[in-house]
Nanobody
Framework: QVRLVESGGGLVQAGGSLRLSCAAS????????MAWFRQAPEKNREFVAA???????VYADSVKGRFTISRDYVNRTVYLEMNNLRPEDAATYFC?????????????????WGRGTRVTVSS
């Protein structure tokens, strides 16, 4: 069993920055792919970024150049650095992990999920 706990969400003005963290516990996740998804109210969950143990990194087009995903294997934490935030980035952000270790944008490929951290962006 893998437990994922997100933190770092909050209220930020448009153009500002936030760093989200996802702390993993339980089974060893060093060979897992880790990802961030987000879901705005009344919208479907959408892919944001993913990182595999081989450091393959995938971003959604909407966040390329603004968001950066990174991993700290010692502390078992995944980060999402978000810069130049826009009102449309407001959502609950979820951390996810897949045992197969493939960085993919498909949510069904991830069997472990956190409960989310909320990001609000004011215009």
């Amino acid at each position: 069993q893998v437990r994922l706990v997100e933190s770092g969400g909050g209220l930020v003005q448009a153009g500002g920055s936030l760093r989200l963290s996802c702390a993993a516990s339980g089974r060893d996740t060093s060979m897992y792919a880790m990802a961030w998804f987000r879901q705005a109210p009344e919208k479907n969950r959408e892919f944001v970024a993913a990182n595999s143990p081989r450091e393959e990194i995938v971003y959604a087009d909407s966040v390329k150049g603004r968001f950066t995903i990174s991993r700290d294997y010692v502390n078992r934490t995944v980060y999402l650095e978000m810069n130049n935030l826009r009102p449309e980035d407001a959502a609950t952000y979820f951390c996810a992990a897949n045992q197969v270790g493939i960085a993919t944008s498909y949510s069904t490929s991830y069997e472990n999920w956190g409960r989310g951290t909320r990001v609000t962006v004011s215009s």
